[in-house]
Structure formats: structure tokens, C-alpha cells
């Protein structure tokens, strides 16, 4: 395993299709230097994200998880960003009774042409699942 695949922990990131995916493709459009540990998977609205695919994301072996949608009052179904706001806030307060560090999870809204936020969420949130560390401790291969 090279130097730099060792260093490098597993982030998943929800991202909103309207607003949040087109932040982080306007980032990368401008060439906005960011972090590589964030796996993206886009979804059609932040409203949409379940809280146990959080959990689950965490349990088998994500390191963190990110979840960004519209700002409130600019979601493209109403008002998705507000369910996902609720749920996710309950989820926040639960994590630490799953044994999970709540600073592990983030959730944030950024509109599609807020590249430079964007690159600027994804490099606090890297450094602080960083400063943690792995959430699970990785079997060694074994020559």
C-alpha cells in the first residue's frame, strides 16, 4: 500500500443533485485544490437521505460522512432541505450512543455556484476526520 493511499480515510458525501453536486462541479471546474478522500453519491434531493444510510455508511467502514443540500428555502422540491435538517439533527444526537464521534458526521447547504465554500467545507471537514483518525481499525495485509 503506497504512502499516500495509508494516509488517505473513507469519506462518503450526500450530495444534493441541484444545488450541492453543481457547488462541488463548479469547484472543480474552477480547480479548486480539495481533499481526495470524499466519495461522492449524488441523490436527488437532501430530503431524501435517510439517517441509517449514515449509520450504515459508518459502520462498514466510512470514516465520516457529509451531507449537503439547498439552502433553506431554495430546495427545488419545496422543502426537502427542512425534513433532512430535522432527521439529520436527531441523527447528530444519536451517534454518540451508536459509540460513534458526532464530529464525524456534518451536514450543510451550498448552492451550485458556491464552488469556493464548497472546496472550503470539504477541506475543514477532511482535516477534522483527519485530526479522529479511522473510525475502524484496518486489518493489515499479511504477506
Sequence with gaps: MSDIAAREL???????????????????????????????????????????????????GADGVLVSGCHPRDCHYTDGNFYARRRLEMLKRLLPFLGIDERRFHYTWISASEGARWQQTVTDFTKRVHELGPLHARKEATP
Design 10 to 60: 473513507r469519506i462518503v458525501g450526500f450530495l444534493c443533485n441541484w444545488c450541492s453536486y453543481g457547488g462541488a462541479d463548479t469547484a472543480g471546474v474552477s480547480r479548486f485544490k480539495q481533499p481526495t478522500d470524499l466519495r461522492i453519491i449524488r441523490v436527488p434531493c437532501s430530503g431524501r437521505v435517510d439517517p441509517l444510510f449514515i449509520v450504515k455508511a459508518l459502520l462498514n
